[in-house]
């Protein structure tokens, strides 16, 4: 059985995966995943028109950002889950047909993908996928191209949207656009101008869509503050939490105080140890390895448990695969996972093994959100306006074991002693190690916090630029980005919403952007591809286009 995917930077020859996954996705996994998008476009048709009379469906509203959220990158990997989503989303669509039809509305004028029946089977249900794959949705590569860019977009909004959704934080406007843009990939003669306006759209729903979960983290959590993390291990039994979700993380630490047990972040989960709310616990012991694509190698033996919140899962090796769990939305077959935040087995399974040894590390630093950046904001612009601070960068994103990586890490090696350096997302781990010094009382190196935390970068960009009254685009600030998944690729989307230019991307260029796309993207936004670390800051610190 074949399949195509390309939705990821790792993307098999940076044109498509044909046989299996990069990530490790198979063919029937695939299918099923296609199969859900198409249901969702037929799940937002009906949600779509309902709310045009009126008729506003939470459980819609719900189902869609949790189902777009399980075809993500690196989520779920398990086809019998992914049928159970399918399955839920059939029942759904059939209710939401015949509130619709009772209203009035003639199904004859439902797109397909609203008026489909799922196979009873889970071969038919897999043959079904192939059959409304990505390469049967439009002969006309650029539109497709638009298409795409947008269905990522919103897989990637529907990440943020539901971590701030389990937190108790929704904007109507969130869902409502989830139904306007999957409505309108029905459409067979989509017009390029209708498919941008969409595409730009999502990026302005989703800096709406982060400012929610970043009320939702701080409103919960309190505000980041800059913290040290060591990275040593101490004796005793051990579990380390991987993902993203804050609500996990806090619901396990509450569970494990007072029984012997150490609490480790791992890959995104570092920004963690800055909340209040979470680093009040004494046994959130450190912090374990470094981005999510080195976990095979450095979880093998470990005798500690591995909890997975979000994505970022890898096919568990047999070394440790008996002590891996997962939790929400991340599924892969075989591997137990929790419901309903009891982690009691997740515990006792901690207890059993042997535990870490102790071992010495050295210590990371994370917290740097935007209230405490701009808490010292007098401090940063009497350093700009003295000249101590001459530019700023971003540099973050996704992480991934694609070469040509050790470029973010050679380039902010090379950045000059009177620069600040910005981070967040997994990106930093290739790179947050490093000792870059101080200007005065300020650290050059800030880490922002998680892929989840963009909206940090966006809150210090534009403070810094009302305090030197100009726009974000006339400051001394540039970014270099890495993408791997979705989740990037709507961050893109909300920075060109935002109108800033000239943004470097990397390691290589998405395989969904045609040539005639990328050619738009230069001439609009002037994204330009990373080339070498040297030539790079030669050409934003000597020219006065960044």
């Not at 995966?17 to 969702?40: E, M, N, R, W, Y």
């Not at 701009?374 to 070469?403: I, R």
């Not at 890495?482 to 260029?509: C, D, F, H, M, T």
Request: hydrophobic share 40%; charged share 20%; net charge negative.
């Amino acid at each position: 059985m074949s399949m195509f995917c390309f939705q990821c930077e790792q993307t098999a020859k940076g044109t498509g995966c044909t046989i299996s996954g990069v990530c490790g996705k198979q063919p029937d996994v695939a299918s099923l995943q296609d199969l859900l998008i198409h249901q969702l476009k037929g799940i937002g048709y009906l949600a779509d028109s309902l709310r045009k009379i009126g008729i506003r469906d939470s459980e819609a509203d719900i189902f869609t950002i949790e189902a777009l959220f399980t075809t993500v990158t690196n989520v779920n990997f398990d086809s019998q889950a992914i049928i159970a989503v399918i399955k839920k989303g059939d029942t759904l669509k059939k209710r939401l047909s015949k509130l619709l039809i009772d209203s009035g509305a003639d199904i004859n004028n439902f797109p397909e993908a609203a008026r489909f029946t799922i196979g009873s089977t889970e071969t038919e249900m897999i043959a079904q996928g192939a059959e409304y794959g990505i390469l049967s949705e439009q002969p006309n590569e650029d539109i497709r191209s638009l298409q795409q860019l947008l269905t990522y977009g919103l897989k990637g909004m529907a990440a943020y949207a539901d971590h701030a959704y389990i937190l108790g934080k929704t904007d109507d406007a969130i869902f409502a656009f989830f139904h306007e843009a999957l409505s309108y990939l029905n459409n067979k003669e989509p017009a390029v101008d209708a498919l941008v306006a969409l595409v730009l759209k999502c990026g302005e729903i989703n800096v709406r869509t982060m400012e929610i979960l970043d009320e939702a983290n701080t409103g919960r959590f309190g505000h980041p503050q800059p913290t040290q993390v060591s990275t040593a291990w101490k004796k005793g039994p051990a579990i380390i939490v991987s993902g993203h979700d804050l609500l996990d993380l806090e619901e396990l630490l509450k569970q494990t105080e007072g029984k012997g047990v150490n609490v480790y972040t791992h890959g995104e989960m570092l920004p963690a140890h800055g909340y209040p709310q979470l680093k009040k616990y004494k046994h959130l012991a450190g912090h374990f390895g470094t981005a999510w694509q080195n976990q095979q190698k450095e979880f093998d033996n470990v005798p500690a448990v591995f909890l997975f919140t979000t994505n970022c899962i890898q096919k568990p090796r047999d070394s440790y695969f008996q002590n891996v769990f997962t939790t929400g939305l991340v599924g892969w077959p075989g591997v137990k996972h929790v419901k309903n935040h009891d982690f009691s087995e997740v515990i006792n399974r901690a207890k059993e093994l042997a535990g870490l040894p102790e071992k010495a590390g050295s210590t990371l630093t994370t917290g740097f959100g935007h209230n405490a950046v701009l808490g010292v904001a007098d401090k940063v612009v009497e350093a700009v306006k003295s000249g101590n601070v001459k530019h700023f960068f971003l540099v973050g994103g996704c992480d991934g074991a694609k070469p040509g990586r050790n470029y973010y890490t050679e380039f902010v090696e090379k950045t000059p002693k009177d620069t600040i350096v910005l981070t967040l997302a997994c990106g930093k781990f290739r790179f947050n190690h490093l000792d870059l010094g101080t200007i005065g009382q300020l650290p050059r190196l800030l880490d922002v916090g998680q892929c989840n935390d963009a909206y940090s970068a966006v809150k210090i960009a534009q403070a810094l630029a009302g305090a030197f009254g100009c726009g974000i685009n006339d400051l001394p600030l540039s970014l270099v980005l890495s993408w791997y998944e979705q989740k990037a690729v709507v961050i893109l989307l909300s920075l060109l919403y935002l109108g800033i230019k000239n943004i470097r991307l990397g390691p290589s260029l998405p395989a969904f952007i045609t040539p005639g796309i990328l050619s738009f993207l230069v001439e609009n936004f002037n994204i330009k591809p990373i080339s070498t670390a040297e030539e790079d800051l030669d050409a934003i610190l000597n020219s006065k286009v960044a």
